[in-house]
Nanobody
Framework: QVQLVESGGRLVQAGDSLRLSCGSSGRPFSSYAMGWFRQAPGQERVFIAFISGSGGATRYADSVKGRFTISKDNAKSTLYLQMNSLKPEDTAVYYC???????????????WGQGTRVTVSS
C-alpha cells in the first residue's frame, strides 16, 4: 500500500506564491506516475498536473499552465506543486495521487492523499 499525505495549504492573497508537498510513507516514487487534482466546494475533483515516474513527462491543465509547476524528489519520496500568481479561483482542496501511468483522469489513479486546503483571498 502507498500512503500519501499533502501539506502546505494555507490562506494567501491573490498574486502570492505557495508550494504544496505530498509525502509518502512507503518506497520512493520513481516507479509511480503522480498527479495533482483539486476540488472546490460543490464542484468535481479536477485535474491540475501530472508527472511521470522518471520525471521526464509533465502536463498541466490550461487553468494553471504557466503559473504552476509540478516536480518530484524520488530520493525523498516527495511530490511538489509550486503555485505562483495565485488567483481566487485557485481556492480548493488540493489532492495528490499515484498511479501506474500518467493520466488526466482521476479514475486512473490508485492512491490518494486526504488533501490540503488552499484559500486565495482578493
Amino acid at each position: 500500500q502507498v500512503q500519501l499525505v499533502e501539506s502546505g495549504g494555507r490562506l494567501v492573497q491573490a498574486g502570492d506564491s505557495l508550494r504544496l508537498s505530498c509525502g509518502s510513507s512507503g518506497r520512493p516514487f520513481s516507479s509511480y506516475a503522480m498527479g495533482w487534482f483539486r476540488q472546490a466546494p460543490g464542484q468535481e475533483r479536477v485535474f491540475i498536473a501530472f508527472i511521470s515516474g522518471s520525471g521526464g513527462a509533465t502536463r498541466y491543465a490550461d487553468s494553471v499552465k504557466g503559473r504552476f509547476t509540478i516536480s518530484k524528489d524520488n530520493a525523498k519520496s516527495t511530490l511538489y506543486l509550486q503555485m505562483n500568481s495565485l488567483k481566487p479561483e485557485d481556492t480548493a482542496v488540493y489532492y495528490c495521487a499515484a498511479g501506474l501511468f500518467t493520466s488526466i483522469s482521476r479514475t486512473d489513479y490508485n492512491y490518494w492523499g486526504q488533501g490540503t486546503r488552499v484559500t486565495v483571498s482578493s
